[in-house]
């Protein structure tokens, strides 16, 4: 396993890397953890956590090797974090051992014991959705990252009731019994989804995705007007857990997944808005507050077939190479990841780009009818004699920023809606490899998980995670 690997050879170091640079010469991946979901796919069982073989010498390339069944329907498993990180590099008291996996809808938190057996994990404490509800009087759990003092750190889209609000709970560490709240004070965001920290700049940045009441089924564009999606970056006191600024991103922007630049002296980083499809630099001013920028922005295409007559990329997943020199993201509808060299911070350079499936594909029900950057429609993307379905969203590089690996479930209730053969067939994993000296992008043609096979029935896979891990569960502090 990953960690333990690491821990031999730093002797009485904690979980982790000392460094994001000591983090890129790490051990190859060898399998990595997918949440498989079930919900809205008309297939009665319960999700799973699917371990998959991504070592080029096994074989078992590219084959789930384990699966582990949750024991309820309809969670919708969906992102994932660890019980101790690099946060904690300093303790050697601290392993990484336990998987945190909540449920976006059900609301219940899975803590996974994937040190007994990293290639067979098992569930270690089920923490139910009640817990959360009258200690925290929050639900729908999202982003979890492991904090320095050795606690659970977990966003949440709303209250008990589907309304939204940006709130926190806060798990032990050692016994993962929810304490209650993070944040302090009265003044709490309307809406949550994501977030990062840095204690060298006693900040804590969440984001906004929509009310889940809004959201669960699918997109209804009129809950934009009726302010049920987000706009803001909201900026916490570290120390004090109190929501100090609101930065507004726009109307209609709905900023998703937000990063730090890896390097914890830096007080800068990017946040992919959703619905405008643009990324925004954020960072520290002189006077010491935060403020944003828009740096890239992907222009709409005019389109007949579709939702609305202008079609967003819709960025719904965005990272940033251990080094801090490349960032990605993916344009779920769109249907292109792309590689941006970010040297400079503030002039993003497009390097990298490739077609991995989406909704503007030739001979697709969309038809293209003007577009600022593409002079045809492309191809349908197809591997190993299969057409995948729907387009790219999670992604996840591998330590040496040389392979990016790629699947293709936004959120069941979305991909019923907006790529209902992806539903039928099921997802996806793909690997790219990535040029980290002159920038670009390539399909690995030799790899393909196929979750339309998987024996329970096609199912759609999300989040991808290292055991050692990775550039989007790690804090450096």
Not at 89 to 94: I, L, P, Q, V, W
Not at 176 to 203: A, C, I, M, S, T
Request: with cysteine.
């Amino acid at each position: 396993m990953v960690f333990f690997l690491q821990s031999a050879k730093c002797g009485a170091c904690g979980p982790g890397y000392a460094t994001p640079l000591d983090a890129m010469k790490g051990p190859r991946e060898e399998i990595v953890y997918v949440p498989c979901i079930y919900r809205n796919t008309g297939i009665e069982k319960p999700d799973y956590l699917a371990t998959v073989d991504v070592d080029p010498g096994s074989p078992r390339y590219c084959q789930v090797i384990h699966r582990l069944p949750v024991p309820n329907l309809k969670d919708e498993l969906h992102h994932s974090g660890w019980n101790a990180c690099s946060s904690c590099f300093g303790d050697a008291t601290k392993r990484r051992n336990r998987l945190i996996l909540p449920s976006l809808i059900s609301s219940r938190i899975y803590v996974v014991d994937v040190g007994t057996d990293s290639r067979a994990p098992r569930i270690h404490k089920i923490v139910e959705p009640v817990e959360l509800f009258w200690k925290g009087n929050v639900a729908n759990p999202h982003t979890s990252h492991c904090l320095g003092s050795g606690d659970i750190l977990i966003s949440c889209l709303g209250d008990p009731a589907g309304n939204g609000k940006g709130g926190f709970i806060l798990l032990d560490g050692e016994t993962f019994e929810v304490k209650g709240n993070w944040e302090n004070g009265e003044k709490v965001p309307p809406l949550g989804y994501d977030f990062w920290y840095q204690p060298r700049h006693n900040v804590l940045m969440s984001t906004e995705w929509g009310a889940p009441k809004a959201l669960a089924d699918g997109f209804d564009p009129a809950d934009i007007e009726r302010g049920l999606y987000g706009r803001r970056i909201n900026v916490w006191d570290w120390s004090t857990h109190t929501y100090v600024q609101a930065i507004d991103l726009g109307k209609g922007s709905v900023p998703l997944e937000i990063r730090f630049l890896h390097n914890p002296d830096a007080a800068e980083g990017f946040v992919a808005c959703g619905l405008s499809s643009a990324v925004h630099r954020f960072y520290k001013t002189e006077k010491g507050d935060w403020a944003a920028e828009k740096v890239i922005e992907v222009p709409s295409k005019k389109v007949q077939g579709w939702l609305l007559p202008d079609m967003p990329g819709l960025i719904t997943d965005i990272l940033i190479s251990l080094d801090d020199r490349f960032l990605y993201f993916s344009n779920w509808l769109h249907g292109d990841i792309r590689q941006y060299d970010i040297s400079n911070r503030r002039q993003p350079r497009l390097v990298g780009q490739v077609f991995l499936g989406g909704s503007i594909t030739n001979g697709g029900a969309v038809t293209v009818v003007e577009d600022k950057e593409l002079q045809s429609q492309p191809e349908p993307f197809v591997i190993q004699g299969k057409r995948v379905p729907g387009g790219p969203q999670m992604i996840q590089l591998s330590l040496d920023g040389k392979r990016l690996y790629v699947t293709n479930s936004l959120y069941s209730g979305w991909d019923k809606q907006f790529y209902p053969d992806l539903v039928k067939e099921g997802s996806v994993m793909l690997q790219i490899d990535v040029d980290t000296e002159r920038g670009g992008l390539k399909a690995n043609k030799n790899f393909l998980v196929d979750f339309g096979k998987e024996p329970g029935g096609p199912v759609l896979a999300h989040e991808i995670r290292y055991p050692g891990g990775d550039c989007t569960s790690d804090i450096w502090m």
